[in-house]
């Protein structure tokens, strides 16, 4: 099994500019929401945080009834519902489309399932253009990068990287202010938007009594994608439905809020397919691509399908004392933090990054935030054991292994233990600093055993006072 | 097998379900508002927007909206909805002001050019500063989207108490619309290394001027 | 007199028994006739945080046969009282009998300012301790028992103590159990940004309900050569 990346951890750990950057950022992320689930803000949050896992969890329930109600309405609304297993299923459809349309230049809002599946480089590769439009992934996308943050994809960026970038892959003048620089991004995609054939869009929340969409952004480049060119696409995990457009107003209270501290994001988008008759603008045609790419194994673990609950806040990594260590490139796959930690070993096996859910104190910061209430330590530690197993299965991990059990068992004979542990504090200058022991010493000091444990001194006390216990 | 039964089956193997499984009830939506007096609504609009550093302006009656507008036009080219509201309150009649387009293309390329975007709204939403817009005959999308500033114009009686209200009024949107968008302040992002910029793509500037007699 | 069983945890037992002796102080002098069950070791929480459920389970059963008939079982760790009444349930999901003991001796266990505060309804102990301290919410005793203002009221009758607080009160110390040796690097990197805040505070000590992590403190600390103590609240508590 690959081994833990531990040169990748020192070198971000070492990094202090970075570590500032990502400690600042999720501070302020956390400041802002906190400030707006306050009792005297928000005095039903804890309410609400209930109701979205109820609703969620009945949805995930019922996913097929859900998707079929969701395809129906769509369908009555004039546009279409493609299924796709992966990544293949969705290239042939988009190359498909955009070859009878004679589309060629694609405008991108975010959607982190794109990432998943390597959207833009099938595309490109099919020789389409494909331009993201969110600011912070434009930065991305030229940078060759993948998102560092699921809400804050250029978090670790700063304004001389942007400079630098823009100059190099714009060929514009170096620009150091970011008020102008975001200026140059919006002239650069400004003639991308006008100029597409297809706005391509992910979905925060598919709505199945509407055959809708949802967008929650800031800048308006959702809004932009799915109405300036002709063609809109949404692609969307399967799990993205709530049942009603009416409860839009548990999760919208919740979403902007858990992820950066705002009540409503400026443009919340409520799309049901192409213009209806008598609009003056929009698309022409609406196509919704459902991915599955793995989330029907997640769905058959009835302990481990509350996963897919997610509604992709990004509160759980603002908050993780890890991820504000390691930052978001430190995980192996394009979810970073606790929800990256679940997911990842669900959809590629645990023997993949088997580190990965150990990579975890535990603290549950992240639980006592997630709106919609994932159990995410009890997760990790299901996966822990999944990783065990799996180990065992495969032949590795028999030391530790063989010394748990060795564990296990000299605490369950308590005499034994007792007389082996007060040898232990006899020689405890001189026990080896291998493994377990040499690691702790890498960090910090090492405490000494007793050199008389808690049973003696008892036991001693009892004598004292003559009395027994 | 097409990827739309794959996939279904698959999820109703994982599930334990069948083609003909029923759903089990889902409660009644939460919707919760108070009921706010439409004085206290307006106030508590004007403080959110502004304090996203949207403006708003508090205008006599319909008939005070063009010379509370006229300094914002000044010397500016402004393309208007075709709302009802809009042309009531006079604001299709100043100068440089183009309004009455139904085509796409020559309604896309007025809004690329133009400096303003003016509107009317479907609602208001006071506690949160926002402008619920529908798009329709009356109301473009672009309007509001691709000129550096927007000024939604309205009478005071549409200002709603929050989202979860709105729902309650607009159960089904997609009935009515294909886009229903809700605007909260001025587009904005903090992107690059947290620092607020305002103005990405969408309007930089917001104003709201709410006719107060109606 | 009312009999409550003392379970020191492994850590107290073996690398700080003084937090055992000063649990038990704090509990003889409100009157109470402490027991110290011989045969207990550990909750089983390291086995399971490494991914080993059977063994936890195999220790965990220990702990039940041992404390079966205590009326009230108290615990100087948020961490070990939460792995008994939290996550005993998850380990004996498919052992009936385990299972219906384990959610019959949750409601009995306490962890330490829980027992004070809710059974024995005291505030003050009468401890006197001079000195300004800060205070850290370990992850266990905050997010599963809820432990938050208790231990700071246990602490604000103590005499001649001042309480100052961190910003980063609640921020992780990084031990995590084994994360601590498995990810050393991430761990001491926690730790140190807890120590940064605690030395803002310059108090001369932190205090805290679990000693694992004080252990994890002490341990950056003294490598850092800090001259900042760590104490338990029992000690605080038993100081006179």
């Given amino acids: ?469 | 097998m097409t990827a739309r039964e794959q996939i279904l089956s698959d999820i109703r193997g994982a599930l334990g379900r069948t083609e003909t499984s029923a759903a089990a009830p889902l409660p009644a939506p939460m919707l919760r508002f108070p009921n706010m007096d439409i004085g206290v609504a307006v106030s508590l609009f004007r403080q959110k927007l502004e304090k996203l550093n949207g403006k708003t302006m508090l205008v006599p009656s319909r008939a005070h909206v063009v010379e509370f507008l006229r300094p914002l036009l000044e010397g500016k080219r402004a393309v208007a909805a075709n709302s009802p509201f809009v042309a009531a309150c006079g604001i299709t009649q100043m100068p440089g002001v183009q309004s009455g387009i139904t085509d796409r293309d020559a309604l896309r390329d007025a809004c690329a050019s133009a400096d303003l975007g003016i509107t009317s709204v479907d609602y208001a939403l006071a506690e949160t500063g926002s402008f619920v817009m529908l798009s329709s005959a009356d109301n473009a999308r672009l309007i509001s989207l691709l000129p550096p500033a927007h000024i939604a114009v309205f009478p005071r009686s549409r200002i709603l108490a929050n989202l979860d209200e709105l729902l309650s009024m607009l159960p089904r949107p997609a009935d009515q619309t294909s886009s229903l968008v809700l605007i909260t302040g001025p587009s904005r992002t903090a992107d690059i290394e947290q620092i607020l910029v305002r103005g990405v793509h969408g309007p930089g500037e917001v104003y709201a001027v709410i006719v107060e007699d109606e | 007199m009312t009999r409550v069983a003392l379970f020191v945890t492994c850590i107290v037992d073996q690398v700080f028994p003084q937090i055992g002796i000063a649990t038990a102080d704090v509990l003889e002098r409100l009157g109470y006739q402490v027991d110290f069950p011989e045969d207990q070791t550990c909750c089983g929480q390291p086995a399971l945080n490494s991914g080993y459920p059977e063994q936890a389970a195999t220790v965990a059963r220990g702990f039940l046969d041992t404390f079966r008939d205590a009326e009230h079982i108290v615990v100087p760790s948020g961490s070990c009282a939460a792995m008994i009444t939290h996550h005993f349930e998850e380990i004996f999901e498919h052992d009936s009998k385990r299972l219906e003991e384990a959610r019959k001796v949750a409601p009995r266990v306490w962890e330490l300012s829980q027992f004070l505060l809710e059974v024995a309804k005291v505030e003050d102990v009468g401890a006197r301790f001079e000195g300004t301290v800060t205070f850290h919410d370990s992850c266990h005793a905050l997010r599963e028992l809820h432990l938050k203002q208790g231990p700071r009221r246990l602490l604000a009758h103590v005499q001649g103590l001042t309480l100052r607080e961190m910003e980063i009160a609640e921020e992780c110390c990084g031990f995590g159990g084994t994360f601590s040796v498995k990810f050393p690097e991430i761990s001491g990197g926690m730790a140190r940004t807890k120590i940064d805040s605690i030395r803002k505070t310059e108090v001369g000590a932190v205090v805290g309900i679990d000693a694992s992590c004080l252990m994890q403190l002490q341990g950056v600390m003294d490598r850092a050569r800090l001259p900042i103590r760590t104490m338990h609240l029992a000690e605080i508590l038993a100081s006179r």
């Fill in chain 1, 1 to 469: 099994m690959p081994a833990t990346p531990k040169e990748d951890f020192q070198k971000t750990l070492a990094d202090s500019r970075l570590q500032l950057a990502i400690y600042s950022s999720t501070r302020r992320l956390m400041d802002h929401r906190a400030a707006v689930v306050a009792p005297e803000a928000l005095s039903d949050y804890q309410e609400l945080r209930t109701r979205a896992n109820q609703i969620k969890s009945h949805t995930i329930d019922h996913l097929d009834h859900y998707l079929t109600e969701l395809e129906s309405n769509v369908t009555a609304h004039g546009g279409r519902v493609v299924f796709c297993r992966d990544s293949g299923d969705v290239t042939e459809f988009l190359v498909g489309l955009a070859k009878e349309r004679n589309a060629r230049r694609i405008v991108k809002s975010k959607s982190m399932v794109t990432e998943e599946i390597h959207f833009n480089d099938a595309l490109e590769k099919n020789n389409l253009e494909v331009v993201e439009t969110d600011l912070g992934e434009y930065i991305m996308q030229l940078a060759g990068e993948r998102p560092y943050h699921i809400v804050a994809p250029a978090l670790h960026k700063t304004r001389q990287d942007v400079a630098a970038l823009f100059t190099e892959k714009l060929g514009v003048e170096r620009e150091e202010v970011i008020e102008e620089q975001t200026k140059i991004a919006r002239r650069v995609l400004r003639q991308k938007f006008l100029s597409a054939d297809i706005g391509v869009s992910g979905a925060n929340f598919l709505v199945a009594d509407s055959g809708a969409v949802v967008l929650v952004e800031n800048e308006g480049n959702a809004r932009l994608s799915t109405s300036t060119p002709k063609i809109h696409v949404a692609v969307a995990g399967i799990e993205k439905l709530i049942p009603r457009a009416q409860d839009l107003a548990v999760f919208l209270n919740l979403l902007g809020r858990s992820a950066t501290g705002q009540p409503l994001t400026v443009y919340t988008s409520f799309l049901s397919g192409p213009r209806r008759e008598g609009e003056i603008d929009g698309p022409d045609e609406f196509y919704l691509v459902l991915v599955d790419n793995g989330r029907t194994r997640l769905l058959a673990d009835p302990e481990k399908r509350q996963s897919l609950f997610c509604i992709r806040c990004g509160a759980c990594l603002n908050h993780c004392p890890v991820y504000r260590k390691i930052g978001g490139h430190n995980y192996p796959w394009v979810y970073s933090g606790p929800i990256g930690a679940i997911i990842t070993p669900q959809f590629h096996g645990v023997a993949q990054d088997p580190w990965l859910p150990f990579a975890s104190s535990l603290c549950g910061a992240c639980a006592e935030v997630c709106p919609v209430k994932i159990e995410i330590p009890k997760l990790l530690l299901k996966l822990r054991a999944e990783v065990t197993a799996a180990k065992q299965s495969t032949g590795q991990g028999g030391l530790e292994r063989s010394g748990f059990r060795a564990w296990a068992w000299l605490m369950s004979h308590p005499k034994i233990y007792l007389s082996l542990a007060s040898m232990g504090s006899r020689f405890r200058g001189m026990i080896p600093k291998i493994g377990p022991l040499r690691s702790w010493a890498s960090q910090r000091e090492v405490p000494k055993l007793a050199p008389r444990s808690f049973h003696k001194l008892w036991a001693e006390r009892k004598r004292a006072t003559g009395k027994t216990s």
